[in-house]
Protein backbone atom coordinates (compact mmCIF):
# COMPACT_ATOMS: atom_id res chain seq x y z
CA UNK A 1 0.00 0.00 0.00
CA UNK A 2 1.71 3.44 -1.32
CA UNK A 3 1.33 6.43 1.10
CA UNK A 4 -1.55 7.63 -0.57
CA UNK A 5 -3.83 4.19 -0.01
CA UNK A 6 -2.51 4.73 3.31
CA UNK A 7 -3.21 8.77 4.18
CA UNK A 8 -6.54 7.62 2.50
CA UNK A 9 -7.76 4.51 4.75
CA UNK A 10 -6.50 6.84 7.85
CA UNK A 11 -8.71 9.60 6.74
CA UNK A 12 -11.75 7.79 5.85
CA UNK A 13 -11.63 6.23 9.35
CA UNK A 14 -11.75 9.35 11.05
CA UNK A 15 -14.39 11.35 8.98
CA UNK A 16 -16.79 8.42 8.61
CA UNK A 17 -16.57 7.24 12.17
CA UNK A 18 -18.84 8.46 14.57
CA UNK A 19 -16.38 10.16 17.90
CA UNK A 20 -17.54 7.90 20.60
CA UNK A 21 -16.91 5.63 18.04
CA UNK A 22 -13.29 6.04 17.48
CA UNK A 23 -10.83 3.55 19.71
CA UNK A 24 -7.58 5.00 21.49
CA UNK A 25 -5.48 2.35 19.53
CA UNK A 26 -6.81 3.50 16.43
CA UNK A 27 -6.10 7.11 17.36
CA UNK A 28 -2.58 6.46 18.62
CA UNK A 29 -1.36 4.72 16.26
CA UNK A 30 -2.59 7.13 13.50
CA UNK A 31 -1.10 9.79 15.23
CA UNK A 32 2.39 8.47 15.67
CA UNK A 33 2.03 7.18 12.03
CA UNK A 34 1.29 10.76 10.44
CA UNK A 35 3.18 12.30 12.84
CA UNK A 36 6.33 10.22 11.36
CA UNK A 37 5.45 10.98 8.18
CA UNK A 38 5.34 14.94 8.80
CA UNK A 39 8.62 14.65 10.73
CA UNK A 40 9.96 13.96 6.95
CA UNK A 41 8.60 16.91 5.32
CA UNK A 42 11.61 17.29 2.68
CA UNK A 43 10.84 13.90 1.04
CA UNK A 44 7.36 15.38 0.10
CA UNK A 45 5.50 17.59 -2.39
CA UNK A 46 3.31 20.12 -1.28
CA UNK A 47 -0.07 18.75 -2.09
CA UNK A 48 1.04 15.68 -0.28
CA UNK A 49 2.04 17.81 3.19
CA UNK A 50 -1.45 19.00 2.23
CA UNK A 51 -2.68 16.35 3.54
CA UNK A 52 -0.55 15.22 6.51
CA UNK A 53 -1.14 18.38 7.96
CA UNK A 54 -5.01 17.99 7.51
CA UNK A 55 -4.83 14.55 9.14
CA UNK A 56 -2.99 15.71 11.96
CA UNK A 57 -5.36 18.30 12.78
CA UNK A 58 -8.15 15.82 12.39
CA UNK A 59 -6.72 13.48 14.82
CA UNK A 60 -6.09 16.64 17.44
CA UNK A 61 -9.79 17.55 16.74
CA UNK A 62 -11.25 14.38 17.65
CA UNK A 63 -9.24 14.26 20.95
CA UNK A 64 -10.47 17.75 21.68
CA UNK A 65 -7.13 19.71 21.18
CA UNK A 66 -8.59 22.58 19.25
CA UNK A 67 -5.59 24.84 19.56
CA UNK A 68 -3.43 22.37 17.71
CA UNK A 69 -5.54 21.32 15.15
CA UNK A 70 -6.38 24.94 14.48
CA UNK A 71 -2.43 25.55 13.87
CA UNK A 72 -1.68 22.37 11.64
CA UNK A 73 -5.10 23.83 9.36
CA UNK A 74 -4.36 26.99 9.15
CA UNK A 75 -1.10 25.66 7.74
CA UNK A 76 -2.41 23.27 5.88
CA UNK A 77 -4.83 25.85 4.27
CA UNK A 78 -2.29 28.28 2.56
CA UNK A 79 -0.68 24.98 0.82
CA UNK A 80 -4.35 23.66 -0.17
CA UNK A 81 -5.44 27.45 -1.67
CA UNK A 82 -1.68 27.69 -3.35
CA UNK A 83 -1.91 23.95 -4.64
CA UNK A 84 -5.69 24.24 -5.82
CA UNK A 85 -6.65 21.67 -3.44
CA UNK A 86 -10.34 22.83 -3.29
CA UNK A 87 -11.89 19.85 -1.85
CA UNK A 88 -9.60 19.98 0.94
CA UNK A 89 -9.69 24.26 1.30
CA UNK A 90 -13.27 23.39 1.63
CA UNK A 91 -13.05 20.84 4.55
CA UNK A 92 -10.08 22.89 6.25
CA UNK A 93 -12.64 25.88 6.16
CA UNK A 94 -15.85 23.27 7.63
CA UNK A 95 -13.80 22.54 10.94
CA UNK A 96 -12.33 25.65 11.29
CA UNK A 97 -15.75 27.03 11.40
CA UNK A 98 -16.26 24.44 14.25
CA UNK A 99 -13.42 25.81 15.73
CA UNK A 100 -14.35 29.62 16.31
CA UNK A 101 -17.92 28.28 16.71
CA UNK A 102 -16.65 26.77 19.75
CA UNK A 103 -14.43 29.96 20.87
CA UNK A 104 -17.31 31.85 20.35
CA UNK A 105 -16.10 33.90 17.49
CA UNK A 106 -19.00 33.96 15.51
CA UNK A 107 -18.25 36.39 13.03
CA UNK A 108 -14.63 34.45 12.15
CA UNK A 109 -17.09 31.40 12.93
CA UNK A 110 -19.95 32.42 9.77
CA UNK A 111 -17.35 34.13 7.48
CA UNK A 112 -15.72 30.23 7.53
CA UNK A 113 -18.67 28.47 6.98
CA UNK A 114 -19.85 30.80 4.24
CA UNK A 115 -16.40 29.62 2.44
CA UNK A 116 -16.71 25.89 2.97
CA UNK A 117 -20.56 26.36 1.38
CA UNK A 118 -19.08 28.00 -1.83
CA UNK A 119 -16.36 25.85 -2.29
CA UNK A 120 -18.50 22.65 -2.32
CA UNK A 121 -21.48 24.30 -4.03
CA UNK A 122 -18.95 25.11 -7.02
CA UNK A 123 -17.65 21.46 -6.93
CA UNK A 124 -21.29 20.19 -6.73
CA UNK A 125 -20.06 18.38 -3.71
CA UNK A 126 -22.60 16.95 -2.01
CA UNK A 127 -21.21 14.84 0.18
CA UNK A 128 -19.24 16.99 2.09
CA UNK A 129 -21.61 19.58 1.81
CA UNK A 130 -23.74 17.46 3.87
CA UNK A 131 -21.13 16.41 6.15
CA UNK A 132 -20.64 19.85 6.35
CA UNK A 133 -23.72 20.62 8.26
CA UNK A 134 -23.88 17.82 10.25
CA UNK A 135 -20.63 18.14 11.93
CA UNK A 136 -21.60 21.84 12.35
CA UNK A 137 -25.06 20.23 13.64
CA UNK A 138 -23.08 18.20 16.66
CA UNK A 139 -21.39 21.11 17.87
CA UNK A 140 -24.38 23.23 17.92
CA UNK A 141 -27.03 20.56 19.10
CA UNK A 142 -27.86 22.40 22.12
CA UNK A 143 -27.72 25.60 21.12
CA UNK A 144 -31.03 27.96 21.60
CA UNK A 145 -30.79 29.40 18.11
CA UNK A 146 -33.32 26.68 16.68
CA UNK A 147 -33.90 28.42 13.35
CA UNK A 148 -30.37 28.03 12.87
CA UNK A 149 -30.54 24.72 13.64
CA UNK A 150 -33.43 23.38 11.69
CA UNK A 151 -32.25 25.34 8.78
CA UNK A 152 -28.39 23.64 8.87
CA UNK A 153 -30.92 20.03 9.63
CA UNK A 154 -32.80 20.51 6.15
CA UNK A 155 -29.92 21.29 4.55
CA UNK A 156 -27.70 18.40 5.74
CA UNK A 157 -30.75 16.03 4.53
CA UNK A 158 -31.53 18.01 1.14
CA UNK A 159 -27.39 17.36 -0.08
CA UNK A 160 -27.52 14.06 1.68
CA UNK A 161 -30.70 13.38 -0.01
CA UNK A 162 -28.52 14.05 -3.32
CA UNK A 163 -25.70 11.48 -3.15
CA UNK A 164 -26.03 7.87 -2.44
CA UNK A 165 -22.26 7.49 -0.85
CA UNK A 166 -21.59 5.46 1.67
CA UNK A 167 -21.08 8.32 4.20
CA UNK A 168 -24.76 9.05 4.45
CA UNK A 169 -24.65 6.56 7.05
CA UNK A 170 -22.88 9.11 9.71
CA UNK A 171 -25.25 11.88 7.76
CA UNK A 172 -28.27 9.89 9.04
CA UNK A 173 -26.90 8.88 12.05
CA UNK A 174 -26.46 12.05 13.54
CA UNK A 175 -29.88 13.72 11.72
CA UNK A 176 -31.74 10.95 13.63
CA UNK A 177 -30.37 12.05 17.15
CA UNK A 178 -30.59 15.14 16.35
CA UNK A 179 -34.46 14.81 16.08
CA UNK A 180 -35.15 12.34 18.89
CA UNK A 181 -32.49 14.36 21.38
CA UNK A 182 -32.61 17.71 20.30
CA UNK A 183 -36.52 18.14 19.09
CA UNK A 184 -38.07 15.07 21.09
CA UNK A 185 -39.46 13.26 17.78
CA UNK A 186 -38.78 9.94 18.18
CA UNK A 187 -40.70 8.70 15.33
CA UNK A 188 -38.78 10.76 12.93
CA UNK A 189 -35.38 10.18 14.22
CA UNK A 190 -36.56 6.13 14.17
CA UNK A 191 -36.64 6.88 10.27
CA UNK A 192 -33.25 7.67 9.88
CA UNK A 193 -31.35 6.10 12.02
CA UNK A 194 -33.13 2.88 10.19
CA UNK A 195 -31.63 4.41 7.24
CA UNK A 196 -27.88 4.56 8.64
CA UNK A 197 -28.26 1.16 10.49
CA UNK A 198 -29.19 -0.50 6.91
CA UNK A 199 -26.08 1.47 5.39
CA UNK A 200 -24.08 -0.01 7.95
CA UNK A 201 -25.04 -3.55 8.04
CA UNK A 202 -24.34 -3.55 4.11
CA UNK A 203 -21.00 -2.34 4.36
CA UNK A 204 -20.17 -4.56 7.99
CA UNK A 205 -19.30 -1.50 9.75
CA UNK A 206 -20.24 -2.74 13.05
CA UNK A 207 -19.06 -0.09 15.50
CA UNK A 208 -21.37 2.56 13.48
CA UNK A 209 -24.64 -0.42 13.28
CA UNK A 210 -24.16 -0.71 17.31
CA UNK A 211 -24.49 3.01 17.16
CA UNK A 212 -27.55 3.35 15.78
CA UNK A 213 -29.12 0.67 18.06
CA UNK A 214 -27.97 2.71 20.86
CA UNK A 215 -29.61 5.37 19.45
CA UNK A 216 -33.11 3.62 19.15
CA UNK A 217 -32.74 2.11 22.37
CA UNK A 218 -32.54 5.30 24.04
CA UNK A 219 -35.28 6.76 22.44
CA UNK A 220 -37.37 3.74 23.90
CA UNK A 221 -35.81 4.86 27.29
CA UNK A 222 -36.93 8.02 27.16
CA UNK A 223 -40.68 7.15 25.84
CA UNK A 224 -40.51 4.81 29.31
CA UNK A 225 -40.47 1.40 27.46
CA UNK A 226 -37.86 0.03 29.79
CA UNK A 227 -38.25 -3.69 28.76
CA UNK A 228 -37.87 -2.64 25.37
CA UNK A 229 -34.94 -1.06 26.11
CA UNK A 230 -33.12 -3.40 28.35
CA UNK A 231 -34.03 -6.17 25.15
CA UNK A 232 -31.78 -4.16 22.72
CA UNK A 233 -29.27 -3.32 25.09
CA UNK A 234 -29.01 -6.91 26.47
CA UNK A 235 -28.98 -8.19 22.51
CA UNK A 236 -26.03 -5.81 21.69
CA UNK A 237 -23.84 -6.95 25.09
CA UNK A 238 -24.68 -10.63 24.78
CA UNK A 239 -24.62 -11.12 20.51
CA UNK A 240 -20.54 -11.77 19.47
CA UNK A 241 -21.51 -9.33 16.16
CA UNK A 242 -20.99 -6.64 19.02
CA UNK A 243 -18.23 -8.19 21.48
CA UNK A 244 -15.46 -6.01 19.88
CA UNK A 245 -17.25 -2.96 19.93
CA UNK A 246 -14.91 0.23 21.57
CA UNK A 247 -15.03 0.82 25.20
CA UNK A 248 -16.39 4.10 24.65
CA UNK A 249 -19.27 2.46 22.76
CA UNK A 250 -19.58 0.29 25.64
CA UNK A 251 -19.69 2.46 28.46
CA UNK A 252 -22.48 4.82 26.32
CA UNK A 253 -24.39 1.47 26.00
CA UNK A 254 -24.26 0.64 30.37
CA UNK A 255 -24.59 3.46 31.15
CA UNK A 256 -28.24 3.32 29.35
CA UNK A 257 -28.69 -0.01 30.02
CA UNK A 258 -27.60 0.44 34.24
CA UNK A 259 -30.01 3.72 33.75
CA UNK A 260 -33.20 1.69 32.84
CA UNK A 261 -32.36 -1.34 35.48
CA UNK A 262 -32.35 1.30 38.20
CA UNK A 263 -35.43 2.70 36.62
CA UNK A 264 -37.39 -0.50 36.34
CA UNK A 265 -35.89 -0.78 40.42
CA UNK A 266 -33.77 -4.40 39.41
CA UNK A 267 -31.03 -2.90 41.76
CA UNK A 268 -29.08 -6.69 41.61
CA UNK A 269 -28.87 -6.11 37.53
CA UNK A 270 -27.85 -2.18 37.77
CA UNK A 271 -25.16 -2.78 40.00
CA UNK A 272 -23.59 -5.91 38.08
CA UNK A 273 -23.23 -3.77 34.88
CA UNK A 274 -21.92 -0.55 36.76
CA UNK A 275 -19.47 -2.63 37.96
CA UNK A 276 -18.64 -3.56 33.93
CA UNK A 277 -19.06 0.07 32.91
CA UNK A 278 -16.29 1.03 35.56
CA UNK A 279 -14.05 -1.59 34.14
CA UNK A 280 -14.50 -0.37 30.68
CA UNK A 281 -14.37 3.44 31.71
CA UNK A 282 -10.65 2.53 32.44
CA UNK A 283 -10.04 1.37 28.88
CA UNK A 284 -12.05 4.64 26.78
CA UNK A 285 -10.32 7.18 24.92
CA UNK A 286 -8.04 9.23 26.71
CA UNK A 287 -10.19 12.81 26.09
CA UNK A 288 -13.51 11.45 27.30
CA UNK A 289 -12.18 8.81 30.32
CA UNK A 290 -12.70 11.24 33.44
CA UNK A 291 -15.74 12.39 31.60
CA UNK A 292 -17.21 8.37 32.13
CA UNK A 293 -15.70 8.21 35.56
CA UNK A 294 -17.90 10.79 36.67
CA UNK A 295 -21.38 9.38 34.71
CA UNK A 296 -20.01 6.09 37.22
CA UNK A 297 -19.93 8.35 40.08
CA UNK A 298 -23.52 9.47 39.20
CA UNK A 299 -24.89 6.49 38.62
CA UNK A 300 -23.39 5.18 41.88
CA UNK A 301 -25.23 7.91 43.72
CA UNK A 302 -28.02 6.66 42.39
CA UNK A 303 -27.74 2.84 43.22
CA UNK A 304 -27.30 4.21 46.83
CA UNK A 305 -30.30 6.24 47.12
CA UNK A 306 -32.63 3.13 45.47
CA UNK A 307 -31.07 0.76 47.70
CA UNK A 308 -30.88 3.05 50.89
CA UNK A 309 -27.11 2.43 51.58
CA UNK A 310 -23.88 4.34 51.81
CA UNK A 311 -26.03 7.74 52.41
CA UNK A 312 -22.81 9.37 53.50
CA UNK A 313 -21.00 9.10 50.34
CA UNK A 314 -23.71 9.87 48.08
CA UNK A 315 -23.62 13.42 48.69
CA UNK A 316 -20.27 13.48 47.92
CA UNK A 317 -20.23 11.77 44.44
CA UNK A 318 -23.34 13.68 42.92
CA UNK A 319 -20.67 17.01 43.37
CA UNK A 320 -17.49 15.10 41.82
CA UNK A 321 -19.62 14.11 39.28
CA UNK A 322 -20.84 17.75 38.68
CA UNK A 323 -17.55 19.17 39.06
CA UNK A 324 -16.35 16.55 36.03
CA UNK A 325 -19.44 17.97 34.08
CA UNK A 326 -18.33 21.38 34.46
CA UNK A 327 -15.31 20.80 33.44
CA UNK A 328 -16.23 18.83 30.07
CA UNK A 329 -19.71 21.06 29.97
CA UNK A 330 -19.35 21.56 26.25
CA UNK A 331 -18.56 18.23 24.82
CA UNK A 332 -19.93 16.10 27.86
CA UNK A 333 -19.85 12.56 26.78
CA UNK A 334 -23.96 11.61 27.77
CA UNK A 335 -26.69 14.17 26.58
CA UNK A 336 -28.52 16.83 29.22
CA UNK A 337 -26.17 15.02 31.95
CA UNK A 338 -26.75 18.42 33.86
CA UNK A 339 -30.56 17.69 34.09
CA UNK A 340 -29.41 13.62 35.02
CA UNK A 341 -27.14 14.87 38.16
CA UNK A 342 -29.08 17.50 39.50
CA UNK A 343 -32.47 14.96 39.37
CA UNK A 344 -30.25 12.79 41.76
CA UNK A 345 -29.21 15.61 43.65
CA UNK A 346 -33.05 16.39 44.72
CA UNK A 347 -33.80 12.83 44.71
CA UNK A 348 -30.92 12.65 47.65
CA UNK A 349 -32.74 15.86 49.57
CA UNK A 350 -36.16 13.32 49.69
CA UNK A 351 -34.38 10.00 50.37
CA UNK A 352 -32.78 11.79 53.45
CA UNK A 353 -36.22 13.81 54.36
CA UNK A 354 -35.28 17.07 53.42
CA UNK A 355 -38.31 17.64 51.55
CA UNK A 356 -38.66 21.04 51.38
CA UNK A 357 -34.60 20.95 49.91
CA UNK A 358 -35.97 18.64 47.44
CA UNK A 359 -38.69 20.96 46.23
CA UNK A 360 -36.19 23.78 45.67
CA UNK A 361 -34.25 21.35 43.87
CA UNK A 362 -37.06 19.68 41.86
CA UNK A 363 -38.45 23.16 41.01
CA UNK A 364 -34.81 24.33 39.47
CA UNK A 365 -34.86 21.03 38.00
CA UNK A 366 -38.16 21.67 36.02
CA UNK A 367 -36.80 24.87 34.30
CA UNK A 368 -33.88 22.62 32.82
CA UNK A 369 -36.77 20.35 31.78
CA UNK A 370 -38.57 22.83 29.56
CA UNK A 371 -35.77 22.22 26.63
CA UNK A 372 -35.90 18.78 27.32
CA UNK A 373 -39.24 17.81 26.02
CA UNK A 374 -42.66 16.69 27.53
CA UNK A 375 -41.52 13.58 28.73
CA UNK A 376 -39.10 14.90 30.75
CA UNK A 377 -41.30 17.42 31.85
CA UNK A 378 -43.74 14.67 32.83
CA UNK A 379 -41.11 12.81 35.02
CA UNK A 380 -40.36 16.35 37.26
CA UNK A 381 -44.03 17.11 37.28
CA UNK A 382 -44.47 13.52 39.09
CA UNK A 383 -41.62 13.85 41.64
CA UNK A 384 -43.02 17.13 42.55
CA UNK A 385 -46.35 16.00 43.07
CA UNK A 386 -44.93 13.27 45.13
CA UNK A 387 -42.77 15.24 47.27
CA UNK A 388 -45.80 17.80 48.35
CA UNK A 389 -48.07 14.90 48.97
CA UNK A 390 -45.54 13.39 51.52
CA UNK A 391 -45.62 16.24 53.26
CA UNK A 392 -50.05 16.72 53.13
CA UNK A 393 -49.84 19.87 50.36
CA UNK A 394 -52.52 18.23 48.80
CA UNK A 395 -53.12 21.84 46.92
CA UNK A 396 -49.33 21.93 44.84
CA UNK A 397 -49.49 17.83 44.86
CA UNK A 398 -52.77 18.03 42.71
CA UNK A 399 -51.51 20.98 40.33
CA UNK A 400 -48.32 18.70 39.59
CA UNK A 401 -50.43 15.72 39.17
CA UNK A 402 -52.58 17.98 36.51
CA UNK A 403 -48.93 19.30 35.08
CA UNK A 404 -47.94 15.15 34.76
CA UNK A 405 -51.20 14.32 32.99
CA UNK A 406 -50.97 16.63 30.34
CA UNK A 407 -47.45 16.46 29.58
CA UNK A 408 -47.93 12.05 29.63
CA UNK A 409 -50.68 13.12 27.14
CA UNK A 410 -48.69 15.24 24.95
CA UNK A 411 -46.06 13.06 24.53
CA UNK A 412 -48.86 10.51 23.30
CA UNK A 413 -51.27 12.28 21.34
CA UNK A 414 -48.66 13.64 19.04
CA UNK A 415 -49.73 14.40 15.09
CA UNK A 416 -47.92 15.61 12.68
CA UNK A 417 -49.51 18.92 12.43
CA UNK A 418 -48.90 19.89 16.27
CA UNK A 419 -45.05 18.43 15.45
CA UNK A 420 -44.68 20.69 12.34
CA UNK A 421 -45.95 23.92 15.32
CA UNK A 422 -43.55 22.94 17.88
CA UNK A 423 -40.70 21.65 15.95
CA UNK A 424 -40.63 23.14 12.45
CA UNK A 425 -42.02 26.61 12.52
CA UNK A 426 -39.31 28.65 10.63
CA UNK A 427 -38.83 25.71 8.51
CA UNK A 428 -42.39 27.14 6.89
CA UNK A 429 -40.82 30.55 5.96
CA UNK A 430 -39.48 29.08 3.00
CA UNK A 431 -42.62 28.68 1.74
CA UNK A 432 -44.17 31.41 -0.75
CA UNK A 433 -46.12 33.60 0.76
CA UNK A 434 -49.14 32.14 -1.42
CA UNK A 435 -48.18 29.04 0.11
CA UNK A 436 -48.20 29.53 3.50
CA UNK A 437 -51.51 31.16 3.91
CA UNK A 438 -53.00 28.12 2.23
CA UNK A 439 -51.21 25.98 4.99
CA UNK A 440 -52.49 28.05 7.62
CA UNK A 441 -55.74 27.99 6.69
CA UNK A 442 -55.69 24.19 6.56
CA UNK A 443 -53.79 23.76 9.78
CA UNK A 444 -56.71 26.17 11.43
CA UNK A 445 -59.76 24.17 9.46
CA UNK A 446 -57.82 20.84 11.40
CA UNK A 447 -58.67 22.31 14.51
CA UNK A 448 -61.92 22.96 14.06
CA UNK A 449 -64.41 21.38 16.45
CA UNK A 450 -66.61 20.47 12.61
CA UNK A 451 -64.24 18.52 11.93
CA UNK A 452 -63.91 16.12 14.89
CA UNK A 453 -66.83 12.99 15.41
CA UNK A 454 -68.77 13.82 18.64
CA UNK A 455 -69.15 10.12 19.80
CA UNK A 456 -65.27 8.58 19.03
CA UNK A 457 -63.18 12.09 19.63
CA UNK A 458 -61.74 10.86 16.42
CA UNK A 459 -61.25 13.30 13.39
CA UNK A 460 -64.44 12.74 10.92
CA UNK A 461 -64.66 12.14 7.29
CA UNK A 462 -64.19 15.95 6.06
CA UNK A 463 -61.15 15.97 8.17
CA UNK A 464 -59.83 13.12 5.91
CA UNK A 465 -60.52 15.06 3.02
CA UNK A 466 -58.22 18.07 3.94
CA UNK A 467 -56.06 15.77 5.33
CA UNK A 468 -55.72 14.95 1.09
CA UNK A 469 -55.80 18.44 0.61
CA UNK A 470 -52.41 19.13 2.44
CA UNK A 471 -50.79 17.62 0.27
CA UNK A 472 -51.49 19.99 -2.70
CA UNK A 473 -49.03 22.06 -1.10
CA UNK A 474 -45.51 21.49 -1.98
CA UNK A 475 -44.45 21.15 1.71
CA UNK A 476 -41.37 19.84 2.10
CA UNK A 477 -41.91 16.52 3.93
CA UNK A 478 -39.04 14.61 4.66
CA UNK A 479 -38.92 10.88 3.11
CA UNK A 480 -40.82 8.29 5.15
CA UNK A 481 -43.43 5.70 4.68
CA UNK A 482 -47.06 6.35 5.27
CA UNK A 483 -49.83 4.14 5.77
CA UNK A 484 -53.41 3.66 5.56
CA UNK A 485 -55.09 1.01 8.08
CA UNK A 486 -59.07 0.99 7.43
CA UNK A 487 -60.48 -1.15 10.35
CA UNK A 488 -64.64 -1.96 9.53
CA UNK A 489 -66.37 -3.92 12.16
CA UNK A 490 -68.14 -7.34 11.08
CA UNK A 491 -71.90 -7.40 10.65
CA UNK A 492 -72.46 -4.16 12.78
CA UNK A 493 -75.58 -2.95 11.06
CA UNK A 494 -77.06 -6.08 12.39
CA UNK A 495 -76.14 -5.74 15.78
CA UNK A 496 -77.18 -2.33 15.97
CA UNK A 497 -80.59 -3.65 14.53
CA UNK A 498 -80.87 -6.16 16.97
CA UNK A 499 -79.36 -4.56 20.32
CA UNK A 500 -80.09 -0.77 19.45
CA UNK A 501 -78.13 2.67 18.74
CA UNK A 502 -77.32 2.49 23.03
CA UNK A 503 -75.41 -0.60 22.56
CA UNK A 504 -74.41 0.08 19.08
CA UNK A 505 -72.53 3.50 20.37
CA UNK A 506 -70.86 1.23 23.22
CA UNK A 507 -69.00 -1.26 20.94
CA UNK A 508 -68.28 1.98 18.76
CA UNK A 509 -66.63 3.64 21.41
CA UNK A 510 -64.66 0.46 23.05
CA UNK A 511 -63.43 0.42 19.22
CA UNK A 512 -62.04 3.37 19.10
CA UNK A 513 -60.03 2.93 22.24
CA UNK A 514 -58.89 -0.63 21.36
CA UNK A 515 -57.54 0.85 18.10
CA UNK A 516 -56.19 4.25 19.45
CA UNK A 517 -54.36 2.16 22.13
CA UNK A 518 -52.85 -0.46 19.72
CA UNK A 519 -51.63 2.48 17.48
CA UNK A 520 -50.50 4.64 19.95
CA UNK A 521 -46.79 4.94 17.66
CA UNK A 522 -46.10 8.61 18.06
CA UNK A 523 -47.64 10.93 14.62
CA UNK A 524 -50.86 9.12 14.23
CA UNK A 525 -54.27 10.60 13.09
CA UNK A 526 -57.60 8.44 13.95
CA UNK A 527 -60.34 9.08 11.99
CA UNK A 528 -63.85 7.27 11.99
CA UNK A 529 -64.61 7.29 8.55
CA UNK A 530 -68.24 5.89 8.08
CA UNK A 531 -70.72 4.50 10.95
CA UNK A 532 -68.38 1.86 12.07
CA UNK A 533 -65.31 2.33 9.61
CA UNK A 534 -62.43 4.02 11.37
CA UNK A 535 -59.36 5.10 9.52
CA UNK A 536 -55.56 5.23 10.86
CA UNK A 537 -53.04 7.34 9.42
CA UNK A 538 -49.35 7.24 10.55
CA UNK A 539 -46.27 8.32 8.81
CA UNK A 540 -42.49 6.84 9.19
CA UNK A 541 -43.38 3.76 10.96
CA UNK A 542 -41.93 0.27 9.35
CA UNK A 543 -44.88 -1.73 7.22
CA UNK A 544 -43.72 -5.14 9.39
CA UNK A 545 -44.92 -2.81 12.94
CA UNK A 546 -47.76 -1.72 10.29
CA UNK A 547 -48.92 -5.60 9.53
CA UNK A 548 -48.17 -6.59 13.42
CA UNK A 549 -50.30 -3.63 14.89
CA UNK A 550 -53.47 -4.64 12.61
CA UNK A 551 -52.99 -8.28 13.83
CA UNK A 552 -52.59 -7.40 17.27
CA UNK A 553 -55.60 -5.11 16.50
CA UNK A 554 -57.89 -8.15 15.23
CA UNK A 555 -56.88 -10.53 18.07
CA UNK A 556 -57.58 -7.76 20.77
CA UNK A 557 -61.02 -7.40 19.50
CA UNK A 558 -62.28 -10.57 19.38
CA UNK A 559 -61.01 -11.90 23.22
CA UNK A 560 -61.71 -8.13 24.57
CA UNK A 561 -64.33 -8.61 27.78
CA UNK A 562 -66.61 -5.39 26.95
CA UNK A 563 -66.97 -6.24 23.53
CA UNK A 564 -67.76 -10.01 23.88
CA UNK A 565 -69.96 -9.22 27.11
CA UNK A 566 -72.34 -7.12 24.30
CA UNK A 567 -71.49 -9.23 21.07
CA UNK A 568 -69.93 -12.54 21.11
CA UNK A 569 -67.79 -13.43 18.52
CA UNK A 570 -67.77 -9.99 17.09
CA UNK A 571 -64.82 -9.68 14.97
CA UNK A 572 -62.74 -6.61 12.98
CA UNK A 573 -61.16 -6.38 9.48
CA UNK A 574 -58.50 -4.61 8.65
CA UNK A 575 -57.29 -3.27 5.16
CA UNK A 576 -54.12 -1.73 4.65
CA UNK A 577 -51.76 0.63 2.10
CA UNK A 578 -48.15 1.19 3.16
CA UNK A 579 -46.04 3.15 0.54
CA UNK A 580 -44.97 6.79 0.00
CA UNK A 581 -46.52 9.57 -1.19
CA UNK A 582 -45.76 12.83 -2.50
CA UNK A 583 -48.22 14.76 -3.31
CA UNK A 584 -52.44 14.72 -3.11
CA UNK A 585 -53.07 12.13 -5.95
CA UNK A 586 -50.77 9.57 -4.43
CA UNK A 587 -52.53 9.93 -0.86
CA UNK A 588 -56.00 9.51 -2.36
CA UNK A 589 -54.81 6.54 -4.42
CA UNK A 590 -52.89 5.03 -1.26
CA UNK A 591 -56.40 5.40 0.49
CA UNK A 592 -58.20 3.42 -2.21
CA UNK A 593 -55.75 0.65 -2.10
CA UNK A 594 -56.33 0.47 1.48
CA UNK A 595 -60.22 0.16 0.86
CA UNK A 596 -60.03 -2.47 -1.71
CA UNK A 597 -57.68 -4.77 0.77
CA UNK A 598 -60.45 -4.25 3.62
CA UNK A 599 -63.57 -5.24 0.67
CA UNK A 600 -61.17 -8.39 0.05
CA UNK A 601 -61.08 -9.42 3.52
CA UNK A 602 -64.57 -8.40 4.20
CA UNK A 603 -65.87 -11.09 0.96
CA UNK A 604 -63.50 -13.41 1.38
CA UNK A 605 -62.54 -14.26 5.51
CA UNK A 606 -63.67 -12.05 7.72
CA UNK A 607 -61.44 -11.26 10.89
CA UNK A 608 -58.46 -11.23 9.13
CA UNK A 609 -56.14 -8.24 7.55
CA UNK A 610 -54.12 -7.84 4.06
CA UNK A 611 -51.54 -5.31 2.55
CA UNK A 612 -50.71 -3.53 -0.04
CA UNK A 613 -47.23 -2.25 -0.40
CA UNK A 614 -46.09 0.29 -3.57
CA UNK A 615 -45.11 4.23 -3.94
CA UNK A 616 -47.39 6.86 -4.72
Same mark, same amino acid.
Not at 500 to 507: L, V
Given at each position: ?????????????????????????? +?????????????????????????? &???????????? @???????? *???????????????????? $???????????? =?? !????????????? /??? &????????????????????????????? $???????????????????????????? %?????????????? &??????????? *???? !???? /??????????? *??????????????????????????????????????????????????????????????????? =?????? %????? *?????????????? !?????????????? %?????? @? #?????????????????????????????????????????????????????????????????????????????????? =??? %??????????????????? =?????????????????????????????? $??????????????????????????????????????????????????????? #???????????????????????????????????? +????????????????????????????????????????????????? #???? !??
Amino acid at each position: MDLKEKIEKILSYFEGTCEICLENIG +IEKYRKEIGSYLAKKEIYDEKTRTVL &LFMAAVIEYKLE @NLEDAKDF *WEEALELAKKNKMKTYVGKI $YSYLSIIYYVNE =QR !ELEKKCFLRACKV /FEE &LGDDVDMALHYTNALWYKRYDKNTKEIVD $YLNRAIEYAGKTDSDMNARVYLHIGYIY %KTIFNDFIRGIHYL &LMSNKMCREND *WVEM !ETMT /FHMLADGYLQL *WHYNKTIDIYTEIVNNPRYKDITPNLKCAVETNLVTCYLLAGDVENAEKYLLELENNALRTQINIRE =QFMGVV %KWLRA *WLYIDSKKEKDKIS !ELLDEAYEIYEKHE %KSFVIE @N #FEYRIKEKIADYYLSVGDTKKAIEKYKELEKIAKNLGDSTLKIVCGKLADAYESIEDYKYSLEYRKKEDKYFSSVNKHNIFS =QYE %KMYKDFFNSLSAKDKEREN =QIKNEFKSKAYVDKLTGYKNAAYLEKFMES $YRIDVPLFPGKISFIVADIDDFSTFNDRFGKKSGDEILERTAYLIKDEFAVGNAE #FIRYEADTFVVIVEDVEGELVKKLSKDLIKRFKEDK +IVSAKADNMTISVGACIGSISNEEGARQAFDYAQKELYKVKRIAKGNAA #FYED !EF
